[in-house]
């Protein structure tokens, strides 16, 4: 059981909310991170895993225009894969990557590259991430840092 993912559980049990998660590169590595640990069924809605870019349209309302100008690999596509998880899971938060984890390139985004969302009741944020490693290290690098940045929007105070 990851710590962040239960430090994620109990911030969202004592906040009455509930997360979805919209995933990439991660390929259910950060549903994993909430639903292991006991008790996430009180507060984890669900996720959907679109590693194919058609999906990412089909599955999680990501604009296929967005996808063809800018690729799957985008702040702004990490953004609405959040907001599309929120909406098809009817959950007050949700958590999106997509990236590179390698071993090849995408084009012009190199391995490593790595965008995280976090999409709740007050819009989303973004970031950007640059890990290094092989295939398994970028994917678990991603998972945490996903934690790390949901938890520091989870306990923001509301603007």
Request: glycine share 12%; with cysteine.
């Amino acid at each position: 059981m990851s710590p962040a993912g239960a430090a994620a559980v109990a911030a969202l049990r004592a906040a009455g909310a509930t997360v979805a998660v919209a995933e990439s590169l991660t390929g259910g590595r950060l549903a994993d991170a909430f639903v292991s640990v006991p008790g996430a069924s009180a507060v984890f809605r669900g996720g959907l895993v679109a590693y194919a870019t058609d999906l990412k349209t089909g599955l999680l309302d990501v604009p296929a225009g967005l996808l063809a100008d800018r690729g799957p690999v985008d702040p702004d596509v990490a953004r609405a894969m959040a907001a599309g998880a929120r909406a098809r899971c009817a959950a007050d938060w949700a958590v999106a990557t997509t990236g590179v984890a390698g071993p090849l390139a995408q084009g012009d985004r190199p391995v490593g590259l790595v965008h995280i969302a976090v999409a709740g009741p007050d819009g989303a944020t973004h970031r950007t991430c640059r890990f290094e490693g092989d295939r398994d290290a970028i994917r678990n690098a991603a998972v945490d840092a996903a934690l790390v940045l949901f938890l520091s929007r989870l306990s923001a105070p509301a603007a």
